[in-house]
């Protein structure tokens, strides 16, 4: 279980340096547009990452 914890990490984090990597004027765009958000735009965005997340997982399953 652990292994598999720290796979999706991994694979979290290289998804996650994706962007930045390929295309860092893009991705500080993003960002600054992230920054301008309220904080319950960001909570929405982070919940429906969140179920997202989980209904793929559930799918895989």
Do not use: H, T, Y
Not at 3 to 10: G, S
Not at 30 to 41: P, Y
């Amino acid at each position: 279980m652990w292994d598999d914890l720290l796979r999706a990490l991994a694979l979290m984090l290289v998804i996650e340096g994706l962007l930045p990597f390929i295309s860092p004027a893009r991705w500080r765009s993003v960002f600054e547009q992230a920054l301008k958000l309220n904080d319950g735009q960001l909570r929405f965005i982070g919940l429906s990452s969140m179920v997202a997340g989980l209904l793929l997982l559930a799918a895989a399953l």
